[in-house]
């Protein structure tokens, strides 16, 4: 079975910091994708990041970065310059045709 | 474009009552996808659909029914509903096959069963 986990159930950084969110899976396959979804208290889920497995090259946009070690079954999110619109739910997932979903942190930037 | 909408937004139903969930896109997806978000357990893959007249069982597909007739709607039947049921849905959909496969989220539904 596919599994994710998100090991950090809630974390806090001042605004304008940088934060690291960490996410591992276990998975059999070789080819599947990484997401980062974020879920603001609107609900609505975001994308915010993807990465192909098969890309040794790490994901970036704007001030979203991923780390990928696909040999560690790793996938971390780095948020810089951190904003208060960046608080919000954010949920790691990764698949193919099906995706499965961690169970999220909850990141909170204080002003 | 509207994306991906969802029917009802809010809805309360009593133990044993029925009810379905529609869920629509505009943007010629192929593959549809039924969520619950409950607290502290992330997205769970309840039912999913590849194509039009396509369904298939996701992790927690039980007490649930799905239909789709038509490539853009994704329907989510409750046929006799629990409180274990209570719930946020979220309808999902993508192009599928060999891409991204990035999904695409609706608002969500909130149920409550009492």
């Known amino acids: 079975a596919q599994t994710v986990t998100q090991s950090q159930p809630e974390m806090s950084v001042q605004e304008a910091e940088t934060v690291t969110l960490s996410c591992t899976y276990d998975t059999s396959e070789n080819n599947y994708y990484l997401f980062w979804y974020k879920q603001p208290p609107s609900r609505q889920m975001i994308l915010v990041i993807r990465q192909e497995a098969y890309k040794q090259q790490n994901a970036t946009e704007n001030r979203f970065s991923v780390n990928f070690q696909k040999a560690a079954k790793s996938f971390s999110l780095k948020i810089s310059d951190s904003q208060l619109g960046d608080t919000a739910m954010y949920f790691c997932a990764f698949g193919n045709e099906k995706l499965t979903f961690g169970t999220g942190t909850r990141l909170t930037i204080i002003p | 474009n509207a994306g991906v909408t969802q029917t009802p937004k809010f809805r309360v139903l009593k133990t044993g009552q029925s009810m379905t969930l529609l869920c629509a896109q505009d943007m010629n997806h192929e593959y549809m996808y039924w969520y619950r978000q409950d607290p502290g357990m992330g997205l769970r893959l309840i039912h999913y659909s590849v194509g039009e007249g396509t369904t298939a069982k996701g992790e927690v597909p039980d007490g649930y029914n799905v239909s789709r007739l038509k490539k853009q709607n994704f329907l989510l039947g409750l046929e006799s509903a629990a409180p274990s049921q209570t719930s946020v849905y979220f309808c999902?959909?993508?192009?599928?096959?060999?891409?991204?496969?990035?999904?695409?989220f609706g608002p969500g539904t909130r149920l409550t069963v009492l």
């Open positions: 999902a959909s993508s192009y599928g096959g060999i891409s991204y496969n990035e999904q695409f």
